[in-house]
């Protein structure tokens, strides 16, 4: 495989884990645009482990996603009880905190950055992609994943069954937050180099946007979303300059006219029927 | 110094309450987020550049930054908000931030992504009180900049088409009973936003003249939380939280230390919006 290949397929699949993470907290019907700050705390603190202390990477990026989830944790308390814009807004905040405050941190570099990461593999990527996709889908089947779902649909109506509403939006922006600090970590060590500035505000409206135009009613729509428009500037390569302009047009077409998102639940379904009796 | 410091932060501050005060009028019309408002301020920022470029004197520049970044924003609301009037307030707000990206690239394309800079004015004079001085350009930018925020505060307080603005936003179906047009509003109303923030780029090159194709993304965050502090939907908040950010903005350069100005700003965001999320000035709802 040529290094041009490798280097769009990395970045496809760390997409996929960040779409995944933005899937998990839009599945209980609020969205962030903050998990850069969680990719960014994965990145630095699995770096900090393995360049400066010597970790091997496997415990280096687990406790870089760990670390993301604790703050997701503490982070999500006051923030989940944000309503509508203003949730949106402090997860903003939250994400454009952390940057800045990257940039200042002298033990990870500040404004220098970091080097001297290295070690991922696609392999190690792809079978992230597996593991936190193997993790959801069963979630999907299990009862607090009915309980996610409950709560996406009508909030008031699962309070109303005994569904601990909080506790559900809590776990599930912790667990987007450690989906986003693995993507960081497998980042970090696949760049080589990571700034503050690698964890701008476009990092994670980009991760929002890969589910919106996959579709948000499905964990696959994430993925096909995160494919196509890793993709899509890849595609574009004849238009040259224009690839990225032609990216943000497309981007705000499909807006305008699909904004279910390319896969819905319904598709799905008839796309399995279909398969049911070609098979 | 510390008088040299206020004139500073009111100047930078009252560039930031121009794209507040545009951020909080798209909010209380359609109660949305436009997150691409940002841009326009790039938008206008570029559009002066150019201007002035083919030798246009300084008023040109302001009145196509104006004019220019004003349609871009009706463009928006035509391609991001009005066909996605009936669905949840994400996806326009999804919407913009495409759009923004659009813009962006668009930007780079025609001005490419090294700094920009605006051609040299020509203005040498300074005003000096004492140790203070003040350039033609600061007080060319608290002129403008203070114009516009005294005429769009009359105009929503005594024209027809303020009290038609503050009735949409107050209940848009009562106010189409009464004969207004909502869909009018509205794109009054971006017009009005984009045009505000196409002047704060313009103004704002003239002082900071690297201007970047990203340069809309933080102006649009600082807009954001002016907004925010002032109280969302509050006009004159959004002007004293625009200045209140320029003030800390320069206090923080000034006494403390540069590399932590986001950082300060930001914290500030998160603290108002967990413990005071309706701002200093709660805006005034009728429902």
């Known amino acids: ?279 | 110094m510390l008088a040299q410091q206020i004139v500073n932060g009111i100047t930078l501050g009252s560039t930031y309450a121009l794209i507040a005060i545009g951020y909080t009028l798209v909010l209380g019309v359609l109660n949305k987020l436009n997150i691409a408002h940002g841009e326009l301020f790039m938008v206008g920022a570029f559009t002066g550049i150019a201007v002035a470029r083919m030798g246009a004197p300084l008023a040109v520049s302001l009145l196509a930054a104006f004019v220019l970044a004003g349609l871009m924003a009706v463009v928006i609301e035509r391609t991001c908000f009005y066909p996605l009037r009936n669905a949840s307030f994400l996806s326009p707000m999804l919407s913009t931030i495409a759009f923004g990206i659009l813009l962006q690239n668009l930007a780079t394309q025609f001005f490419g992504s090294d700094p920009s800079r605006f051609p040299d004015t020509g203005a040498s004079f300074q005003l000096s009180l004492g140790t203070l001085s003040v350039s033609a350009i600061h007080i060319a930018i608290l002129a403008t900049a203070f114009g516009l925020m005294i005429g769009i505060d009359l105009l929503v307080r005594r024209t027809r088409w303020g009290i038609a603005l503050r009735a949409t936003s107050d209940d848009p179906e009562t106010a189409a009973q009464q004969g207004m047009h909502p869909s009018r509003v509205t794109m009054t109303t971006f017009f009005v936003s984009g045009a505000l923030a196409g002047v704060a780029g313009m103004l704002t090159t003239l002082v900071y003249s690297q201007v970047t194709p990203h340069i809309g993304i933080r102006q649009g965050l600082i807009g954001m939380v002016a907004m925010v502090i002032g109280g969302l939907g509050n006009l004159r908040g959004a002007m004293i939280g625009g200045l209140a950010i320029g003030l800390v903005e320069t206090m923080n350069d000034a006494y403390f230390s540069a590399g932590y100005r986001d950082l300060v700003i930001f914290s500030i965001f998160f603290a108002f919006l967990i413990f005071k999320p309706e701002g200093l000035f709660p805006a005034h709802r009728s429902s």
């Open chain 1, 1 to 279: 495989m040529n290094v041009y290949v490798e280097g769009v397929l990395a970045l496809m699949g760390i997409n996929i884990l960040l779409a995944l993470s933005a899937y998990a907290i839009l599945a209980t019907d609020r969205l962030s645009l903050g998990n850069a700050g969680f990719m960014a705390i994965g990145a630095y603190v699995s770096s900090y482990l393995s360049v400066n202390l010597g970790w091997g990477l496997l415990p280096a990026f687990a406790l870089g996603g760990l670390t993301a989830a604790a703050v997701g944790l503490l982070v999500g308390l006051p923030v989940l009880r944000l309503q509508g814009i203003y949730f949106v807004m402090g997860t903003l905040a939250f994400g454009e905190i952390v940057r800045t405050f990257f940039q200042n941190f002298e033990p990870t570099g500040g404004a220098y950055g970091m080097r001297g990461m290295f070690g991922t593999s696609l392999g190690m990527i792809y079978a992230c992609v597996a593991v936190f996709l193997a993790l959801f889908l069963a979630y999907g089947m299990a009862r607090a994943g009915l309980a996610a779902d409950a709560v996406r649909d009508d909030d008031e109506a699962a309070r109303s069954i005994g569904i601990n509403v909080v506790a559900v939006r809590l776990l599930s922006f912790a667990w987007g937050a450690l989906i986003a600090g693995v993507a960081g970590a497998l980042f970090a060590h696949y760049a080589l180099y990571i700034e503050s500035g690698n964890f701008n505000f476009l990092v994670s409206a980009n991760a929002v946007l890969f589910v919106i135009l996959g579709g948000v009613q499905t964990v696959w729509g994430a993925v096909v979303g995160a494919i196509i428009l890793s993709l899509l500037p890849e595609g574009f390569r004849f238009l040259a300059d224009w690839r990225l302009t032609a990216y943000g047009f497309i981007l705000v077409a499909v807006m305008a006219l699909r904004p279910e998102g390319i896969l819905t639940r319904g598709m799905l379904r008839s796309l399995r029927r279909l398969l049911a009796r070609t098979a």
